[in-house]
């Protein structure tokens, strides 16, 4: 097993830390019941690919879990699970996207929309709906509407503020062939 740098255990409390400021004083409310429209997932998306899934899993699991601690209502554990599985499989889409290589131009903005659109389509009208019912009892139609607002809401707002955090990360970053002598 590879063990954690200080560089991603840092990060992971940055980013739990980040991601329950956002989650909890950011939240805009939406027309459906105890769901928000949430910017944290853009941050949790971006952290996930610079720091890989371990990292964006623990960061979407206590991030989560925090922000439903202290809002009083207790921690529902099925949406926290679920920011934890979309930050594991931004973690695992980070592959896909070389942003240690510094390629985030037009091509790495699609593929890492397209990736973060597919999880949280996973996340949302699998992961959490699923352990609603089986962990709360929740009734369906009430889950299909939550997780259709959240799906979308949480995919635009990944969409916006993640492409602007990805694209500022990798303009810091050497490009390859750069200190070349030409």
């Known amino acids: 097993m590879k063990k954690f740098s200080v560089k991603t255990m840092v990060a992971i409390g940055i980013g739990a830390a980040l991601f329950f400021v956002l989650g909890r004083y950011v939240a805009i409310p939406s027309p459906v019941p105890n769901t928000t429209i949430s910017v944290q997932y853009g941050l949790l998306a971006f952290m996930a690919v610079v720091y890989g899934p371990i990292a964006g899993a623990l960061i979407g699991l206590i991030g989560h879990a925090l922000i439903d601690f202290s809002a009083g209502w207790g921690i529902w554990w099925s949406w926290v699970i679920a920011s934890g599985v979309f930050g594991l499989l931004m973690g695992f889409a980070a592959k896909l996207l070389k942003m240690d290589e510094a390629e985030m131009g037009k091509k790495g903005l699609v593929k890492f929309n397209i990736s973060q ?16 019912v089986y962990m709360m009892g929740e009734p369906w139609d009430k889950l299909l509407a939550q997780g259709l607002v959240a799906g979308i809401a949480n995919a635009v707002t990944t969409a916006i503020v993640g492409s602007l955090l990805c694209v500022a990360y990798a303009a810091t970053k050497t490009k390859a062939g750069s200190l070349t002598k030409e």
Do not use: G, M, Q
């Open 117 to 132: 659109v597919v999880c949280h389509l996973l996340c949302w009208f699998l992961v959490a709906p699923v352990l609603d």
